[in-house]
């Protein structure tokens, strides 16, 4: 045999993992050759020296920054995965939701028009693709209020929760719309469900039938959350008119003291 082809025996016989025949023919191998012989007391030397190190204790931290890496990882792999999984996800409710057909037929005739829209257009005098245009745009504002809706009365309160986000992509919402978000800020069982709805609404004051609505919620608050919360609102839109609610939310036994002395602190910067 060639050096090379003993040389790869080198560690099996330091580790005394060769079979008998392999460790007879590298004995006698390095037994004749000097350069193998050499080389193979090198490395068990070096072996050796090795064997001698003391392995260094483990910081208290380590498992702790292990993992703090390992959860990196994991949230790096989600953001990546989160797009397709979406789409996914927005593609299975389709066949979940099988009450919800007629919305998805609508829904894809809105597409199908907005098609055949502009391929007719191009031969259409522009009142006409204006007029076109603004029917299709309230279809679609339609659509978009009729699935919000709809997921507004959905047992999952997640699913609830995307109804109410549904409310920044309506230009204008109807009666219809501002009083479903403001029966659900009232009357959800999740308190989740109704933070999410305020901060709809907050987006929604323009409307005066939406101010008006916060200033009666007050009173039908009963959780810290969002007490603190509609107080905040109050302050920031600087609504002088919700002093009063405030003032007999007060009255209630039992007020957190924690948020009896926000409203407090509200009711002065008001006055």
């Not at 392995?55 to 989160?82: C, D, H, I, W």
């Not at 009357?187 to 939406?210: I, K, Q």
Request: charge should be negative; proline fraction near 3%.
């Amino acid at each position: 045999m060639k050096c090379e082809l003993y040389e790869e025996l080198f560690t099996g016989w330091i580790n005394k993992e060769l079979s008998p025949e392999e460790s007879g023919a590298l004995e006698r191998h390095i037994a004749g050759c000097a350069n193998c012989r050499e080389e193979l007391q090198g490395l068990q030397q070096m072996w050796d020296t090795m064997g001698q190190i003391e392995t260094p204790e483990p910081s208290a931290n380590m498992g702790v920054k292990f993992y703090a890496m390992l959860n990196t990882y994991k949230e790096s792999v989600n953001e990546q995965r989160s797009l397709w999984a979406d789409i996914k996800y927005q593609v299975s409710r389709i066949w979940e939701w099988q009450p919800r057909w007629p919305m998805a037929y609508n829904l894809a005739m809105v597409v199908i028009l907005v098609g055949a829209g502009y391929l007719f257009f191009g031969k259409s005098k522009s009142d006409d693709q204006d007029k076109q245009l603004k029917a299709l745009s309230s279809q679609v504002h339609e659509l978009k209020q009729t699935m919000m809706l709809a997921l507004l009365e959905n047992p999952s309160a997640s699913e609830r929760i995307r109804g109410v986000s549904y409310t920044s992509e309506i230009k204008h919402a109807d009666k219809q719309v501002i009083d479903a978000l403001l029966a659900t800020l009232n009357n959800d069982p999740n308190v989740n469900v109704r933070l999410s709805t305020l901060d709809a609404l907050t987006h929604l004051t323009g409307y005066p039938e939406v101010r008006e609505g916060l200033i009666k919620s007050i009173v039908e608050q009963d959780s810290p959350l969002m007490q603190l919360a509609i107080a905040d609102v109050m302050l920031k839109l600087q609504e002088k008119r919700s002093v009063t609610s405030f003032k007999e939310l007060l009255k209630q036994k039992g007020l957190d003291n924690g948020v009896r002395d926000k409203i407090k602190q509200t009711i002065t910067q008001l006055i």
